[in-house]
């Protein structure tokens, strides 16, 4: 059974400062990873996702994340954070298309002016 | 339609009584999923459907909750007998393949 954890329930960095969110999985076989991003009452909107190509996935809004298999990580960065980067992040992975997505818990990102 | 739908998107009720959440998917996708949020939690996985049936119902709390999906589409999260800790966000999202959901807005119950 796949599990996710994300490191930190809050993150807080200053704007212009690099973002990391971190992320470890636990797969059986060779997983798909996935972030999404949670606004203030708002749904889930997908990041990014890893599939198996590219170990480095870019994603909207300047995020990108790399698949450290060694790790059995998939953290989150942006080089420079923005304002409205603030918000809730979720890692989420499967290992097929008939699997349900496992959430982790979400990180929750504040960007301090 | 162009995005997944879910109403109402408030619900407050009274313990005891039964509630309906509905999604509208995304016209022609064939997966729907039910999740459940609560503070602090993530996302709990509820049901998941492939056209009209449910090859994975495990994440159903209690037989006090069911689903169903009708023509492929619209699908139904009942609840009965509802109880304070039901309280929740309830996400439903929609997808061709795993290559990512497209959730909708949520319902939020609040169970008095």
């Known amino acids: 059974a796949q599990s996710v954890t994300q490191l930190g329930s809050h993150v807080s960095v200053s704007e212009g400062a690099l973002v990391l969110l971190r992320c470890n999985y636990s797969?059986?076989?060779?997983?798909?990873l996935f972030w999404y991003v949670q606004y203030p009452n708002q749904g889930l909107q997908l990041l990014l996702k890893y599939t198996s190509a590219a170990t480095l996935v870019k994603g909207i809004n300047g995020f990108e994340a790399e698949f450290k298999k060694s790790e059995t990580s998939f953290p989150l960065t942006k080089p420079s954070a923005h304002m409205s980067d603030a918000a809730e992040y979720f890692c989420a992975v499967t290992d097929s298309g008939n699997t349900p997505l496992v959430f982790g818990k979400g990180t929750r990102l504040s960007v301090i002016a | 339609g162009a995005g997944v739908s879910q109403s109402p998107s408030n619900k407050v009720t009274e313990k005891g009584k039964d509630v309906e959440l509905r999604c509208d998917p995304i016209s022609g996708h064939t997966a729907l999923y039910w999740y459940r949020q609560s503070l602090g939690q993530g996302l709990e996985f509820l049901i998941y459907f492939q056209g009209n049936s449910a090859p994975d119902k495990s994440g159903l709390p209690s037989d006090r909750f069911s689903a169903e999906r009708t023509g492929g589409s619209v699908s139904t999260l009942t609840i009965q007998r509802t109880q304070q800790e039901d309280s929740a966000v309830y996400l439903c999202a929609s997808s061709l393949s795993y290559y990512g959901y497209t959730f909708g807005s949520g319902t939020r119950l609040t169970v008095v």
């Open positions: 797969s059986s076989v060779p997983p798909y």
